[in-house]
Nanobody
Framework: VQLQAYGRGLVQAGGYLRLSCAAS????????MGWFRQAPGKEREFVAA????????YYADSVKGRFTISRDNAKNTVYLHMNSLKPEDTAVYYC?????????????????WGQGTLVTVSS
């Protein structure tokens, strides 16, 4: 499956931004989808994940209550809605896909990755 992320932008702290990740090349609904991010000088970290039908979602503690992951299997797209953004949310955000529903917060469990999109939050 090929993944293409959209939605890079510069927003002020407290603002909102939506990221999208479009999938092609395979049956989208067969994949668990995740979002990860990597800030400058830091390791890549888990942000959120959603299971095949969207019935289960998982979040990092740092974004819980502020970010929402969703998917539209008819459009082969997963979204990350980011509210109440903070400067520490500044990072390159990556979408990723895998088949199993285990270890959703572990990056090396994901087989497919998008190219990354930059989100900058100004204070």
């Amino acid at each position: 499956v090929q993944l293409q992320a959209y939605g890079r932008g510069l927003v002020q702290a407290g603002g909102y931004l939506r990221l999208s990740c479009a999938a092609s090349g395979s049956t989208f609904s067969m994949y668990v989808m995740g979002w990860f991010r990597q800030a400058p000088g830091k390791e890549r970290e888990f942000v959120a994940a959603i299971t095949w039908s969207g019935s289960n979602t998982y979040y990092a503690d740092s974004v819980k209550g502020r970010f929402t992951i969703s998917r539209d299997n008819a459009k082969n797209t997963v979204y990350l809605h980011m509210n109440s953004l903070k400067p520490e949310d500044t990072a390159v955000y990556y979408c990723a896909a895998k088949r199993s529903c285990y270890h959703n917060d572990v990056d090396y469990k994901y087989y497919y990755w998008g190219q990354g999109t930059l989100v900058t939050v100004s204070s």
